[in-house]
């Protein structure tokens, strides 16, 4: 099969179909959209082909469960991340956060405490705190541009009893950290020594750029392996968020059969026809696609941070060692209100960002979340938009 180039200075035309990033109700037509973290980028045309292929079929009731679903993921974990997964102990869920939820019920009860560490993405918060159980925040250190994880927080906080579970962000949404491995060593082995389960979500572990590497929490240490469970969804990379079609996986027995016990008392067994196809589709066939969209967001990241570094001195971008998402630090602007930095960004400079404080109310107060996902000529209008708002001030 030759080998497709993609075109990602063109995109697609999203705006006018059921794209929620450009709801009219949100979205005006004289406003661009970087907020939801999906892309304007075509999905893999292996992707549609075989969609087509299942389409022809003409019938589409429930499907039976076969193996390829998991063998293809276990196919992607080895050939790009070098990580053996037992296909056996993989399975499906609707979405990364619902298998969340299972892991919450399944491993702490209502009362016990989750730590997070912030800012993070905001159904974290909203799926401990809508499950009953308290919250508790492990706040990273902004340190000259980086988010650092606060160890010594981190240590005195899980040795409390009634923190029952860690989840870890690992490429970090909003910060675009990349944890190295000796952050995740230190990271899992406090949780072992507190018996603290971990709950990884790797949702943008295909989105890593130049001088980093992902590195699996589960390919660290047998013992890791048997003590979390994993959350991965192609959305990010290949554009198929629509199909809700995600997975989770474990390497322990035991691990595995409970969070299958709280995905039938969930309903949550129901897989999605198109939703496998296209996520096998993915994962067997999506390499050249991923590293072809990384290139250019790479690019595109380097590009976008020197401009906001060079050309709006009152803003901070802090450059992401991975993900699609610019963490904008826009206190320089002086506004006293989260509001009157939300309505600057949308009235003023016509772009509709992330507002910070849902990803923490006070780790992300001045903050901006900044999806540079588009075609490159969009990201520089979205962003000379914001300097000439700014430069108005």
């Known amino acids: 099969m030759s080998k497709t180039i993609y075109d990602f200075d063109k995109g697609v035309e999203r705006r006018g179909t059921d794209a929620k990033k450009y709801d009219p109700s949100l979205c005006p037509e004289d406003v661009l959209p970087f907020w939801i973290a999906d892309t304007d980028f075509p999905s893999p045309v292996e992707v549609t082909e075989a969609l087509m292929e299942r389409v022809k079929m003409n019938h589409y009731g429930y499907p039976y469960i076969d193996s390829d679903f998991e063998k293809s993921i276990a196919r992607w974990y080895k050939v790009r991340h070098n990580t053996v997964l037992n296909p056996e102990y993989i399975d499906f869920s609707p979405c990364v956060i619902p298998a969340m939820i299972w892991f919450t019920e399944e491993f702490s009860s209502i009362g016990d405490k989750i730590l997070l560490q912030t800012p993070v993405y905001p159904p974290f918060h909203d799926l401990v705190k809508n499950n009953g159980r308290q919250l508790i925040y492990n706040e990273m250190d902004l340190v000259e541009g980086r988010y650092e994880i606060n160890f010594g927080d981190l240590e005195r906080k899980l040795a409390d009893p009634k923190v029952k579970i860690l989840f870890i962000c690992n490429p970090q949404n909003p910060t675009g950290r990349c944890f190295t491995k000796e952050e995740l060593v230190r990271m899992g082995e406090l949780c072992i020594r507190n018996n603290v389960m971990i709950g990884v979500d790797e949702i943008h572990a295909d989105i890593i750029f130049d001088g980093h590497k992902f590195v699996p929490f589960c390919g660290i240490s047998e013992e890791f392996a048997n003590h979390s469970v994993t959350f991965i969804n192609p959305a990010k990379t290949f554009n198929v968020a629509g199909f ?148 108005r001030l």
């Not at 993915?282 to 050249?288: A, I, P, R």
């Not at 003023?348 to 900044?370: C, P, S, Y």
């Open 244 to 391: 809700r079609t995600a997975a989770w996986f474990t390497h322990n027995k035991e691990i595995y059969r409970r969070m299958m016990n709280q995905q039938t008392y969930k309903k949550g067994m129901g897989r999605n026809i198109f939703g496998n196809v296209a996520l096998m589709a993915c994962y067997n066939h999506g390499d050249d696609y991923a590293d072809q969209c990384v290139a250019y967001l790479n690019e595109t990241k380097n590009q976008a941070v020197t401009y906001i570094n060079e050309n709006i001195p009152k803003i901070q971008a802090i450059n992401p060692e991975a993900t699609f998402m610019i963490w904008m630090d826009c206190r320089g602007l002086g506004f006293k209100t989260q509001k009157e930095l939300k309505d600057f960004m949308f009235k003023d400079a016509r772009v509709l960002l992330n507002d910070g404080t849902t990803f923490g109310e006070k780790e992300g107060t001045g903050f901006m979340r900044f999806n540079f996902a588009a075609p490159r000529a969009v990201v520089m209008e979205g962003l000379k938009r914001i300097k000439e708002a700014a430069d």
